[in-house]
């Protein structure tokens, strides 16, 4: 719920030139290695692949669940780093901005994400780090990011990210 607000808050923070979308990670069936070596690959594997290879660089918005990613984030991993060598990820300028109501700020999903990546080979921008404690408290009733002090980190963040990008997206 959060990181889809700090997401829809993102989108209008693209500079002129670059466009940010979301990409929903709903419909994906847990990956199964099955499905790869019988040939049933499901149509929702194929369009979610289609639509991440067309993107230039991946900005994660992630939760904490259980001191690591959700499951379903670390399922749309999965899904794109298959089949082996095929991998949608690879090359892929990324940044992790996590998020929590408690104090630590999803320092534990935010690292087990990073050593991910860092299988993944996706460059990974490493300042600012982003890490967003207290969510419950950055958006007003309609949800949306309030003014101040986090909501001007968040645009230097996204501005270093473009910056990062440019540096290194193929």
């Known amino acids: 719920m959060f990181s889809k607000k700090i997401a829809n808050a993102i989108l209008a923070m693209a500079p002129e030139g670059f466009e940010f979308?979301?990409?929903s990670l709903n419909n994906l069936p847990v990956y199964n290695q099955d499905f790869d070596d019988n040939h049933e690959v499901p149509e929702a594997y194929t369009v979610f692949s289609k639509e991440?290879?067309?993107v230039d660089g991946v900005i994660f918005i992630t939760p904490e669940y259980n001191r690591s990613v959700p499951g379903v984030l670390k399922n749309a991993i999965d899904v794109g780093s298959r089949p082996y060598g095929k991998s949608i990820w690879n090359a892929k300028p990324a940044a992790i901005f996590s998020n929590s109501p408690g104090n630590l700020s999803a320092f534990g999903a935010n690292h087990h994400?990073?050593?991910?990546?860092v299988f993944l080979n996706m460059p990974t921008m490493q300042q600012p780090e982003v890490y967003l404690p207290k969510v419950h408290e950055l958006f007003d009733e309609s949800g949306a990011l309030k003014d101040g002090s986090t909501k001007e980190f968040l645009q230097k963040a996204v501005d270093a990210y473009i910056t990062w990008l440019k540096k290194n997206a193929l």
């Open 21 to 23: 979308k979301l990409i």
């Open 52 to 54: 991440m290879s067309a």
């Open 113 to 117: 994400l990073h050593q991910s990546l």
